[in-house]
């Protein structure tokens, strides 16, 4: 048997599901010119038992795909303007999506996309001359339409928000409220065809690649642009990770080679895993970067600034809420770890204390005894304290000071803040404990107090951070923590 007969059609489009892994088949392919759709195994790896054959009456290539959020069904889109729903476990037909205004199909011409919301209520469509639909996923019908004026060259929705974003043939990126039934926000800036959408998991981003050679970065709450990357080969296809840190891009002309990018924009080539022929060209050149950014790209969208931005930390929202809370926690803590050990004695017994036999005395030339004064061992005392005191300030500073210090001195803030996003909340805290006032009765000017400088230079820092508007429910958070501390 040839190769040729074995192999599929080059995939055109695809979909999967996690939360049907281990029962059934949870991956669904469209290839090129192919009138089906096939079914994959992920955690086999293996091909499935069924071939979804949507319209037997009138076959024309599937285009879209779309499974559910329950994992037990897939919705095949065709080039003809038919949408029809398969259940993934018996691969049998379940029905088909009709716009009876439509010559009992759902679109006129070809099905761009099709996607689905994450209760299954909704199933939304978009056929290529601009017609976008929302459907009852289980009642199978037509519940709104809108048209958007121009051809629909793809969709990307994102389940959470219920935001479906469009691109056109003229260049636009439209995003649409499904619930309201209405557009929300419009991004213009790319001047050829866009190849691909992608939003982060939060929502609060939309990434697009063009043929223009540029990637852009939108804001959706603020409704613009806030980063942007040229590059001499155009991407048309970028998936971005779940956590937000790395973006994956395939090239034109770049057969089985994937590029990463990281927050720093710097690129590296991800290994080929498509054939030995280029995995071979890939070891022979492990480094080979064939992406290389323009410097001297000049462009007005890329220059503008958002002007009074706010950026956050990017920090799990347990380390930034755990500093507000972190005396509640503490009580908790100290509860839970006395409540099973109530009645076990902390200390064991001491004995009292003995008087001395002999009562310090002090020698004199009389002959009478006469007993050391309390006010030479208070002194004493004092001088002792005062060796701690001065043992104390000779110590070295410790590394938060250090780099509060540094970053003073150099106003730039960024190593410092680095650093105390990187500890723990409870040594955050007793940092801050460690800047207490010392309250002192002889009135004293602030030149005179070593320990008001640290102090001042940490007020420094919260004015330059708030002002700077960075990193700033993190900065909110250790604001309160150090006002309830010192």
């Not at 790319?190 to 050679?213: A, E, N, P, Q």
């Not at 040229?230 to 002309?253: C, G, I, K, Q, Y």
Request: charged share 25%; with cysteine.
């Amino acid at each position: 048997m040839l190769e040729k007969e074995i192999k599929l059609k080059p995939v055109i489009a695809f979909d999967f599901a996690e939360i049907r892994e281990r029962n059934w088949c949870n991956v669904v392919t469209c290839h090129m010119d192919t009138a089906q759709a096939y079914v994959w195994r992920l955690q086999n790896f293996v091909l499935g038992e069924h071939i979804l054959k949507p319209c037997p009456e009138n076959q024309t290539p599937v285009k879209a795909c779309a499974i559910s959020a329950c994992g037990n069904f897939a919705v095949l889109g065709t080039a003809g303007g038919w949408i029809e729903r398969f259940n993934l476990q018996s691969g049998i037909s379940r029905g088909s999506y009709v716009d009876l205004s439509e010559r009992s199909c759902a679109h006129v011409g070809e099905v761009v996309g099709v996607a689905r919301d994450s209760t299954n209520t909704l199933m939304i469509s978009a056929g290529y001359h601009g017609d976008i639909k929302v459907w009852d996923f289980k009642g199978r019908g037509l519940k709104s339409r809108w048209e958007i004026g121009c051809a629909v060259v793809k969709i990307v929705y994102h389940r959470s928000n219920g935001l479906l974003a469009t691109a056109t043939n003229d260049f636009v990126i439209r995003l649409f409220d499904v619930v309201a039934l209405r557009m929300v926000r419009k991004f213009e800036g790319h001047i050829d065809r866009v190849t691909d959408l992608c939003f982060s998991k939060d929502g609060k981003w939309l990434l697009t690649s063009s043929m223009d050679g540029t990637l852009r970065i939108w804001d959706v709450s603020l409704a613009r642009q806030i980063d942007a990357i040229h590059v001499d080969v155009s991407v048309t296809a970028l998936p971005l990770s779940p956590n937000m840190d790395v973006l994956a891009t395939t090239h034109v002309d770049q057969m089985g080679s994937i590029c990463g990018w990281e927050r720093s924009r710097e690129c590296y080539k991800l290994p080929s895993v498509s054939s030995t022929e280029v995995s071979h060209k890939d070891s022979e050149n492990p480094v080979l970067n064939p992406i290389q950014f323009k410097d001297d790209f000049q462009n007005p969208h890329f220059q503008e600034k958002i002007p009074d931005l706010v950026t956050l930390s990017l920090l799990p929202k347990s380390q930034w809420q755990s500093l507000i809370n972190l005396d509640v926690i503490k009580v908790y803590k100290n509860l839970f770890e006395l409540i099973p050990v109530r009645n076990k004695p902390i200390e064991p017994p001491k004995k009292a204390e003995k008087a001395p036999f002999f009562l310090p005395s002090v020698p004199t030339l009389s002959g009478q005894i006469v007993f050391e004064p309390s006010d030479i061992s208070s002194e004493k005392k004092i001088a002792e304290g005062d060796k701690l005191e001065n043992r104390r300030s000779d110590l070295p500073h410790s590394q938060f000071l250090q780099l509060l210090q540094s970053s003073a001195e150099k106003k730039s803030f960024s190593a410092f803040t680095n650093y105390i996003k990187s500890l723990s909340s409870s040594t955050l805290d007793v940092e801050l404990r460690m800047l207490q006032i010392i309250d002192d009765d002889n009135e004293q000017g602030p030149d005179t107090r070593p320990d008001l400088f640290p102090i001042e230079l940490l007020l420094d820092y919260f004015i330059h951070e708030t002002s700077c508007r960075n990193n700033f429910e993190f900065i909110q958070s250790v604001i309160r923590l150090f006002l309830k501390n010192v």
